[in-house]
Each structure stands twice: as structure tokens, then as C-alpha cells.
């Protein structure tokens, strides 16, 4: 079993920065890709931002593309998501997920494991 948990959530003024970090622990999980979707409320989950582990390409949203980066520390199985440049728009529940075969990265239902969701919420 893989468990993901996310930290970094919390309030934030429009302009601001977060970082969002993923650890995954459990037993050795060797993921393909690994990914940061978000849900507003009211809203249907949306895909924010996807590395691949064997040459650590990037996927972004275009809605995040020059604000965001997504990184990850293999050795540390952890996964992070600096947020710059934070809008009121970006207010949701986000979430990691882990896709262990190779695919396309930006579908949430392609993907194997998830964690819990973290809080980001941007005043303006």
C-alpha cells in the first residue's frame, strides 16, 4: 500500500507564494509520473501540473504555466509544487497523485494512488 500526503496548504494574499509538498511512504513505489490536480468548489477537478520520474519532464496547465513548478526528489519519494504568483482563482483542494504505468499524464482517472488534499485558498 502507497500513501500520499500532502502539506503546504493554507491562506494566502493574491501575489503570494506557496509551496505544496507530497511525500509518499508505504511500501517501495516506483511511479511513472507523479501529479498535482485541484478541485474549486462547486467545480470538477482539474489537472495543475505532471513530472515524469525518468527524465523529469514537466506538464502544466496552461491556466499555471510560468507561475507554477512541479519537482520532485526521488530519493525522498517526495514531490513539491511552488506556487507563485497566487490569484483567487487558484482557491481549491489540491491533490498528488502517483500513476504507476506509462500514459498520458494529464488525466486524473489514469492515475493509481492519491492523497488526501491540501487547502489553498487565495484572498484578494
Known amino acids: 500500500q502507497v500513501q500520499l500526503v500532502e502539506s503546504g496548504g493554507g491562506l494566502v494574499q493574491a501575489g503570494g507564494s506557496l509551496r505544496l509538498s507530497c511525500a509518499a511512504s508505504?511500501?517501495?513505489?516506483?511511479?511513472?509520473?507523479m501529479g498535482w490536480f485541484r478541485q474549486a468548489l462547486g467545480k470538477e477537478r482539474e489537472f495543475v501540473a505532471a513530472?515524469?520520474?525518468?527524465?523529469?519532464?514537466?506538464y502544466y496547465a496552461d491556466s499555471v504555466k510560468g507561475r507554477f513548478t512541479i519537482s520532485r526528489d526521488n530519493a525522498k519519494n517526495t514531490v513539491y509544487l511552488q506556487m507563485n504568483s497566487l490569484k483567487p482563482e487558484d482557491t481549491a483542494v489540491y491533490y498528488c497523485?502517483?500513476?504507476?504505468?506509462?500514459?498520458?499524464?494529464?488525466?486524473?482517472?489514469?492515475?493509481?494512488?492519491w492523497g488526501q488534499g491540501t487547502q489553498v485558498t487565495v484572498s484578494s
Open positions: 508505504g511500501r517501495t513505489f516506483s511511479s511513472y509520473a
Open positions: 513530472i515524469r520520474r525518468s527524465d523529469s519532464s514537466t
Open positions: 497523485a502517483g500513476r504507476i504505468l506509462r500514459g498520458a499524464v494529464i488525466y486524473g482517472s489514469e492515475y493509481d494512488y
